[in-house]
């Protein structure tokens, strides 16, 4: 096929304005760009390595070739390697590098190592299995397409070597058109096959089957989108980082169905745009993703910058850039760019949000990048990509993580899976080092537990989120955590552990790498770069504490050692333990004080029993709170409680004893 031929008839297909991007991105994007060159200049010597923003499977050691590259090529007992060379991410960087410095060698490598992975890397030749699952065919795809939109008008770019890519495309759709079933109905392997196909279908010559391309692509994503995304905007596997691939590819589907003028099914716009929205819920005050389940410490905001541009969400605009990023221009242009900076930004009036249907619920003092955040989780595992996080909590105060997750390090199975995996990866609870999943693998689970007993409540002075699980109701254990936020910054966390018999319970809490642990006299106290975080606990049977050394991995294949502190507490019956979190910025921290009130009934002039209800007097410099929990029902046949001379009704209340507050507020019935 003639060259000019193809990207004649893709105008329209990606913006047009091929020179005014690159003018953008070098005027408002140097330090993106940096990158993009980097990864250029090593691609075009055949030096590759994995640190973009999105690339799934991190490398931090260049791979070399001397000579013909090995596109099968194994560094160590990770096949994600060959899994990543196979996707090409690097070659949109050539594109890239090649519109911004018109440098002939960026088109050079790249046609070379088209041709040279098209005449070596054959779908029917069974050594090259590993680089033909559907999920990099579909990967590939996206890359390929948006690698040789930049290379307009390069010699490079011979008649030889578009008639490879058009053959190869052709061949991929093919083979993803014969890839459709259960698994992939339910898999981000489904979505991301099906966008490469949808990819193919726009960047073919025209005609009957790249129509057909269109349609089943179309067809199967939004089968897709149906079955894996929940009402609440969250994809089902409960990793955001999946989560967010998954919608950058029907943020895709969305932008090219639009410039052709090609109809959607109905709901699915609908769809991405509430995936958009959970992400701008789950956003950590710097703008990152949570690390929850398989996912990396990742800066979301280019995608939620993206999000906002196309859906039109100043909301969105306040929780991403001021500017589109580099990825951004590329995808939309530059005359969307000043669009884009026209958009008036809203800080959002809500901060706190409970993502029902996938069991996610975050909490804030505020939107700016010091304030208080908290995510709480109890729900699915999420299949492959899930961890044993039921109940599981963590905190980012003054631009610092305080509670954090472990993280993933390594698809590989082993010891390394398992302790970032498993229960005692995460800050929650366990009964007798009972594992909550068995993990048989590196994606299979057994045991799976239900989620239960959720509630949420919020207003401008509290945050409350509540579960528990039937993990160990085998072991005649049922287990529920009660989180109660006192903007900005007290947190109580009330374990509540129900048996028959006696038990020994474990807490977990995994604090932040950057700072350290230590033992106080009342306590424990965290210190931090820019936080100080102090934990007391209390509870009617004794709790014995250690404090160890864990792993936190932020990026695949890295890991830093983080302070963690494991707590045991044995009891008969109903067993409960208070943790008392009071967060200052680094420094001298404010006066804390925890004392345990007794509670009485005001009718019938008992006290009660710490199995029934129970109260915490917290102060924190001039603030002053008392909380109240009821473990069990306690009002028979007509009562209300009082604690430090407090009087109230209700399972879960909160006195504000600085405002004068009388009755207290109810945050669970």
Not at 222 to 236: A, F, L, N, T
Request: net charge negative; aromatic share 12%.
């Amino acid at each position: 096929m003639n060259p000019q031929q193809f990207f004649d008839q893709n105008r329209g297909t990606f913006f047009d304005d091929r020179e005014a991007a690159a003018e953008y991105v070098r005027t408002n994007c140097r330090e993106e760009l940096d990158r993009v060159l980097h990864t250029a200049d090593l691609a075009a010597e055949n030096k590759f390595v994995f640190q973009l923003r999105w690339d799934m499977e991190q490398t931090h050691v260049p791979e070399v070739f001397d000579g013909p590259i090995d596109w099968l090529r194994q560094p160590g007992d990770d096949p994600e390697f060959v899994y990543a060379f196979n996707r090409m991410r690097f070659w949109p960087c050539l594109g890239q590098a090649y519109a911004v410095t018109g440098d002939e060698k960026y088109a050079k490598a790249f046609a070379e190592q088209l041709v040279h992975w098209v005449d070596t890397v054959r779908r029917d030749d069974p050594a090259c299995a590993p680089a033909w699952r559907s999920i990099e065919a579909g990967i590939r795809m996206e890359n390929w397409c948006k690698a040789m939109r930049c290379f307009e008008g390069s010699p490079y770019i011979t008649e030889a070597v578009m008639d490879k890519f058009i053959w190869s495309l052709t061949d991929h759709a093919e083979y993803i058109m014969g890839v459709w079933d259960a698994f992939n109905l339910m898999s981000n392997w489904g979505v991301l096959a099906s966008h490469g196909l949808y990819m193919a279908g726009c960047h073919l010559p025209g005609g009957e089957r790249a129509a057909q391309y269109r349609a089943a692509a179309l067809e199967r994503l939004d089968r897709c989108r149906r079955i894996q995304v929940y009402p609440d905007g969250v994809h089902w596997e409960q990793s955001p980082m999946y989560h967010n691939e998954v919608m950058r590819c029907y943020l895709d589907v969305v932008l090219l169905a639009r410039r052709r003028g090609e109809a959607l099914p109905q709901g699915m716009e609908q769809a991405v745009y509430a995936m958009a929205r959970a992400d701008l819920a789950w956003q950590k005050p710097d703008g990152r993703e949570p690390m929850m389940g398989d996912s990396d410490d990742i800066d979301q905001r280019d995608l939620v910058t993206l999000a906002a541009a196309i859906f039109q969400d100043g909301e969105m605009k306040a929780a991403g850039y001021p500017r589109l990023d580099l990825d951004s221009v590329w995808e939309l242009g530059a005359g969307e760019g000043a669009r884009y900076e026209a958009m008036p930004a809203q800080v959002p009036a809500q901060t706190d949000f409970a993502l029902r249907d996938s069991g996610n619920y975050v909490f804030r003092s505020g939107w700016g990048p010091e304030d208080t955040w908290m995510r709480f989780h109890c729900g699915l595992l999420g299949a492959g990509h899930g961890h044993a996080d039921q109940l599981h909590f963590d905190l980012s105060a003054f631009g610092e993580d305080v509670l954090t997750e472990s993280g993933r390090y390594t698809y590989v199975f082993g010891p390394s899976r398992r302790e970032f995996k498993e229960i005692s990866g995460h800050n929650t609870v366990a009964v007798e080092g009972v594992p909550l999943y068995d993990c048989k693998d590196s994606w299979g689970c057994g045991r799976l537990s239900r989620a239960v007993n959720r509630d949420f409540y919020s207003d401008g002075r509290y945050g409350y989120a509540e579960g528990g699980h039937l993990g160990w109701y085998d072991q005649g254990v049922f287990v529920n955590r009660r989180l109660i936020f006192l903007k900005p910054d007290v947190v109580l966390a009330v374990d509540e552990f129900y048996a028959g018999g006696s038990h020994t319970y474990l807490q977990f809490f995994h604090w932040g790498e950057t700072g350290t642990l230590a033992a106080q006299e009342d306590g424990f106290i965290w210190k931090g770069r820019s936080c100080t975080a102090r934990l007391r606990q209390v509870s009617a049977a004794p709790v014995s504490a250690a404090v160890k050394t864990g792993r936190v991995s932020r990026h695949y294949n890295q890991s830093a050692e983080g302070p963690v502190l494991e707590t045991a507490v044995q009891g008969q019956g109903l067993v409960s333990v208070w943790s008392v979190l009071a967060l200052d910025r680094a420094g001298e921290p404010e006066p804390l004080c925890v004392e345990k009130l007794p509670v009485t009934s005001n009718i019938k002039g008992v006290q009660f029993e710490d199995r029934q209800i129970e109260a915490l007097r917290i102060r924190k410099g001039a603030r002053s709170w008392v909380a109240a929990v009821s473990h069990m029902e306690y009002v028979s046949p007509v009562d209300s409680f009082s604690a430090g001379g407090c009087c109230g009704f209700g399972g879960v209340v909160v006195f504000d004893e600085a405002s004068g507050q009388e009755m207290g507020t109810v945050l669970a019935r």
